[in-house]
């Protein structure tokens, strides 16, 4: 394997708790129930795509324009949150990993469908650590799809069969497998089926690429 792609929320920090919390602040004010069970659906997706899984349970139509504002503010909640994250929110182990995959002469890239990938990574002080960024905003298609982590692999120029997708959403596993990768699953999605191979921490990837 020469390459690592890692999913970031849920993966290398926590910021899906975030995710929850705006989305549940949302739900609460339109008066729509929403749970953590509900929330598990919503990993790896697009905002767009979570927003009409919650909507699911509303008892009215909305229209493009109101789900517009939806977005608007969920995100601008969620924004407050990431604002105070700092190098203290990486997952355990996860800054001492990525060097020494650095040091291991391993190609690392993050695969995301977040639109919040890059400022995230800055706040918490691992931007320089990849060598490439594939997230929402240079998608179409938001996992299950593949193309996230196959715009990950071409930009580390690695064939998906090199490459490792590290993720802990049962989308991003069916999204790796989907597109011909190795798929590490970690966290919610150790009970994936399709996962080659589960983790209870981060840096056992050292040992097994290293
Ligand atoms: C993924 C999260 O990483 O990013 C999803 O797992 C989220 O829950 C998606 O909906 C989009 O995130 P953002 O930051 O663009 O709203
Ligand atoms: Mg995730």
Redesign the pocket.
Known sequence: MKGVIF????VLCST?EY?YRAWKALADSLGIPFDRTINSR??????EE?LEIILERAGRHYSAEEKREMFREK?EL?RTFLSALSVEDLAPGAAKMLHELRRAGKKLAVG?????AQFILEKLGIAGLFDAVAD?NRIRR?KPDPEVFLLAAQLLHLKPEQCIVVED?YSGIAAAKAGGFYAAAIGDAVTCPPADRRLERLDELVGLLC
């Not at 999913?7 to 849920?10: E, M, P, T, V, W």
């Not at 995301?112 to 919040?116: E, G, V």
């Open positions: 999913d970031l929320d849920g899906d995710h919503l990993r790896g997706v697009s905002r979570s995100n969620y995301s469908s977040s639109r919040n929402g938001s959403a």
